[in-house]
């Protein structure tokens, strides 16, 4: 009756169908992906394991084209029957989607063993792992393109009524172009495959540091939930792949996020970006932005990037007890090699040496043209030194620390 309503009132909207309103996967499969003969395929390399398989890369031929890179999820021997679905549900699900920032579905194999999702090649792998060998490297209007492109694929999914529950750096893929794509569509695995989910009292299993607070207590899931996750997203992009709410307890971040505290802004994190984020974690989800109000404002930080120059690093003072338990103690720091370990910026410690940085008290006494004249070539770079120096300047004079200009 709801589905008729909708349909004679919105004529051109389309919604994703649950495949598990199939009684049989297979059916449910071949009603939206196209099956693929293995004899097409090859099989080159072992790329990654995922819950039900190996993730290997390939190519694909197809009849009077050129072969393509392939990204190819396998279903491993001896799965049970709910494996099965719940591995071709993932498939049935991507099979509806098609939009340049969610991942594509080729095609599967069930006709042989093992079989087989194929996706299109994302070269540059998990988003979460690509900014954590990238550390500092790219510009404020490079990360904003990233997370422009997160935002569009979930403004499309969330139009097709698809709520994605696990949205997160790791489950988003990044090209040869760096073009984001939003993946991982399983839906009974997002509760029991990610290694970041863990039981909460009601008995589902979520991950917990990107789930909102209405979806952690009530299991209250929707696109605002995923706008919740989305800023998070934004906070591990901006902070280059770092974990939020670092070493804090899972009970802590739910503890810490209900009395009121929000990741403070990353180092270098220009102002109108963090506050989007703290727009994203509004407690009311109806006070959250909707995905495609994400993107307007991220377009319009692009087309006038002025805006962006502003770095209102360490915006967080505000929420001083969480950010006491975030920050390094700098004073646990012994040596100028262990803080720049502390601050992941180990590979300058013979600048520092060569530039006669022998202690700590020298290293806080330097402003941004030190920084530049030992060899710091990156902006990022500088900026993440920067910033923390000022920060142990600040922990020394126990005073509040200034905002930086780079
Ligand atoms: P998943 O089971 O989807 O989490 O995949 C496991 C890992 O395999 C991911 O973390 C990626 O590193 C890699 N992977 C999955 N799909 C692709 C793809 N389409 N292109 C490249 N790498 C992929």
New binding site residues.
Partial sequence: MLMLFILVSFPDARFYIDPHTYEDPCQAVHEFAREIEASRIKIEKI?????FGE?CYGRMRLPGKRDIPV?L?TLKAGYTEKQKRDFLAEASIMAQFDHPNV?RLEGVVTQSKPAMII????EN??LDSFLRRHDGQFTIIQLVGLLRGIAAGMTYLSDLGYIHRDLAA?NI?VNSNLVCKV??FGLSRVLEDDPDAAYTTSGGKIPIRWTAPEAIAYRKFSSSSDVWSYGVVMWEVTSYGERPYWNLTNRDVIKSVEEGYRLPAPMGCPGPLHTLMLDCWQKDRNERPRFCQIVTVLDKLIRNPENLKSMDTLCSLNSPSLMERAIPDFSSCNSVNEWLDTIKMGRYKDHFAAGGYQTLGHVISMNQGDIQRLGVTLMGHQKKIMTSVQLMRAQVLNKSVPSVHV
């Fill in positions: 790329i990654g394991s995922g819950e993730v990204a999820k991942i996706t299109e090649y994302m792998g998990s790791r893929l993946s991982d």
